[in-house]
């Protein structure tokens, strides 16, 4: 049973546009959100996280929006850039408990120039 | 470069075959993960070691093990190796065993 499901699969976005991608969790036990950035052949990277305790935050060009009473939270990249092309997991593990990542499926973004 | 670094990078084996991939963390990590990236399965996490002890474990074949070593480096060993291990192995790291984790370059395994 997949534990965070993430969507689209794929999202084809224009230069200086904004890319959305969605996740939803239903373990309430969950209290940390981080995003990774994958590029092929390498890690997943950290690029953001969140806890529930906030309903947004911003680095840059990256912000996450949390909705605690819906068990969403999404990744907002303003202004996307070609480089920014690459697979993006969200992904949500309990830090009180064994704080073993549950991922997303992922999402393939292309930024076309 | 997270600091996290793995090898082999790659690793072409045959069925049945045993290997063993390595992990070292990031300086002054105690914890360290293991996860294997699938195209059917995505991201699943194996197992977790914090200070030498095994903390949590996932979805962990029984033909898998692990450890971790007095110097915080970790091994994975998978044996009888069968076509369907054919994945990219993570290894990620954290100072505690509730904060962020810090993911490798990966191994790429190979089953033929």
């Known amino acids: 049973q997949q534990q965070v499901k993430q969507s689209p699969q794929s999202l084809i976005v224009q230069k200086g546009g904004i890319s959305i991608i969605n996740c939803a969790y239903e373990?309430?036990?969950?209290?940390?959100f981080p995003w990774y950035q994958q590029f092929p052949g390498k890690g997943p990277a950290l690029l953001i996280a969140i806890r529930p305790d906030v309903s947004e935050k911003k680095e840059g060009r990256f912000t996450i929006s949390f909705n605690k009473s819906a068990k969403q939270f999404s990744l907002h990249i303003m202004d996307s850039q070609p480089g920014d092309s690459a697979t993006y997991f969200c992904?949500?593990?309990?830090?009180?408990?064994?704080?073993?990542?549950?991922f997303g499926t992922g999402t393939r973004l292309t930024v076309i120039p | 470069d997270s600091g996290v670094t793995q090898t082999p990078k790659h690793l072409i084996t045959a069925t049945g075959q045993r290997v063993t991939l390595r992990c070292s963390p990031r300086s002054g990590d105690l914890s360290v993960y293991w996860y294997q990236q699938s195209l059917d399965q995505g991201l699943q996490f194996l197992i977790q070691?914090?200070?030498?002890?095994?903390?949590a474990k996932g979805n962990i074949l029984e033909r898998f093990s692990a450890q971790q070593f007095p110097d915080l480096h970790s091994e994975l060993n998978l044996s009888s190796l069968e076509l369907g291990d054919s994945a990219l192995y993570f290894c990620?790291?954290?100072?505690?065993?509730?904060?962020?984790?810090?993911f490798g370059p990966g191994t790429r395994l190979t089953v033929l």
């Open positions: 070691y914090y200070n030498g002890e095994e903390r």
């Open positions: 990620a790291s954290s100072v505690g065993d509730s904060d962020t984790q810090y």
């Open positions: 992904a949500a593990s309990d830090q009180t408990g064994a704080n073993n990542l549950f």
């Open positions: 373990n309430t036990a969950f209290d940390y």
